[in-house]
């Protein structure tokens, strides 16, 4: 007797419980296939997102910098202001003293202009230290900014290469191997035998 005279020699229930069995291997299989895909596609999609702040990170490095220079030019910008500010003074103090019939460069007068030359010169030192200190702390967050880039870069790479491992039919060819012997050793004990 062969297989399909068994199949219809088998009670309705039976005949269900075969297709039943059958459909459960197929649609396991299907269900590993279509869940390797789509995490595969999952992990290729965070991979993307991944790459693009990474490139945002580097972009923003890029205007860090831009910001650094602009930071340079407003303190030259005030250093120029400020020293023009300092020889206005310095001259219209001379000037005075010269209209007034004051000696220059001896005694007091010597002390006003020697003291408010240091003055000049500790905040001449003041501007540029603080300048230097805007500029570094403005180049450091581009370094802080590169290491989270190359980071992100990194996790990017690595979640491409996890992706590239999820092979969906081999998910789908393993699950269709568990289903088929798990259907057939449910098969009814009369198709099995001869």
């Not at 895909?37 to 790459?51: F, Y």
């Not at 340079?72 to 010269?98: D, H, R």
């Amino acid at each position: 007797m062969s297989t399909w005279q068994k199949y219809k020699a088998l009670g309705n229930l039976e005949k269900f419980g075969v297709a039943m069995g059958a459909a459960g291997a197929l649609g396991g299989a299907y269900g590993a296939f279509a869940g390797a895909r789509s995490e595969k596609l999952r992990t290729k999609s965070l991979a993307l997102q991944l790459k693009h702040k990474e490139d945002m990170m580097r972009f923003n490095i890029k205007q860090n910098e831009s910001q650094a220079q602009w930071l340079n030019q407003v303190f030259n910008k005030q250093y120029q202001i400020a020293t023009l500010k300092q020889g206005n003074k310095k001259s219209t103090a001379k000037t005075s003293f010269a209209a007034r019939g004051i000696q220059m460069g001896v005694g007091s007068t010597k002390d006003v202009f020697v003291s408010s030359e240091v003055l000049n010169a500790v905040e001449n030192l003041t501007m540029n230290s603080n300048k230097v200190r805007a500029i570094t702390n403005q180049r450091l967050k581009g370094v802080g900014m590169g290491i989270k880039a190359d980071m992100t870069g990194l996790s990017a790479d690595f979640k491409n290469m996890t992706a590239a491992s999820i092979d969906p039919f081999m998910s789908m060819t393993s699950s269709f191997m568990s289903g088929s012997s798990n259907f057939i050793s449910n098969l009814p004990e009369s198709l099995l035998t001869k």
